[in-house]
């Protein structure tokens, strides 16, 4: 018999106004058909200027088992932390408000987590399915090759959804500091550097527009290369 019986879903919301609502009911439905009353929605507003926080506050209300938290500035890394800190059942998962990666990452990865510590759900695999700019899905991968060999790792997908088994989960975003997306690739180095078994699943991801100015896109790629840079000379 599985030890791992509930979930709990981090979600960090900054200026979703737009989708915060219609994204936490399908979440909400989607895991009231795997667990059954065994699971929370934990959603982390960070500084958003628009009205996302009240949406918040409202789906704390009108749904069981959703909480709300608040923190005072937009920070990608802050809200990850503390989402995963306040995480009380035996799973825990990030998942993003635009739902663009295919939500049935959540049960596979439910069905796997009592023998691997640890999933991670790629979009670089023979099995996936994307969906995206070709600029986007070139930056991706140039991005985890930069990582594997900085890093001496093999790993398909570096900024990947992750499930992990809350206790290690916690353990190792307390080990964390970045504030924005590096996060994601702190978390990673973190896998290696302390062992810990993990299994890689395809998840699609569809994304039909570039959200962001080509501009925005190449400082980001700029400033996240200094970050690795910088990350591998004190790690």
Avoid: W
């Avoid at 909400?28 to 934990?42: G, H, K, S």
Wanted: glycine fraction near 2%.
């Amino acid at each position: 018999m599985s030890k791992i019986r509930n979930i709990s879903v981090v979600v960090p919301a900054y200026n979703e106004e737009n989708d915060l609502y219609a994204s936490i009911d399908v979440i909400y439905r989607y895991l009231t058909d795997i667990v059954p009353n065994n699971f929370e929605i934990l959603i982390v507003e960070n500084g958003s200027t628009d009205n996302t926080a009240e949406i918040a506050k409202k789906l704390d209300i009108e749904f069981a088992n959703i909480k709300s938290y608040f923190l005072p500035n937009p920070s990608y890394g802050e809200a990850y932390r503390y989402g995963i800190l306040q995480a009380n059942y035996d799973m825990v998962t990030l998942y993003p408000v635009d739902l663009a990666f295919s939500l049935d990452f959540i049960e596979r990865a439910y069905n796997l987590i009592d023998k691997y510590p640890i999933i991670l759900g790629v979009r670089f695999h023979p099995e996936s399915n994307i969906e995206r700019p070709f600029i986007r899905v070139l930056i991706s991968k140039v991005h985890t090759i930069l990582v594997n060999i900085l890093f001496n790792t093999h790993y398909n997908d570096v900024d990947c959804l992750k499930a992990f088994r809350t206790d290690i989960g916690k353990k190792m975003i307390k080990q964390t500091v970045a504030k924005g997306p590096f996060i994601e690739i702190e978390l990673v180095n973190l896998i290696e550097r302390m062992k810990i078994k993990f299994c890689e699943i395809p998840v699609n991801h569809i994304e039909k527009e570039i959200a962001r100015h080509p501009f925005y896109i190449v400082r980001s790629i700029l400033k996240n290369f200094i970050e690795l840079i910088k990350y591998k000379l004190v790690s």
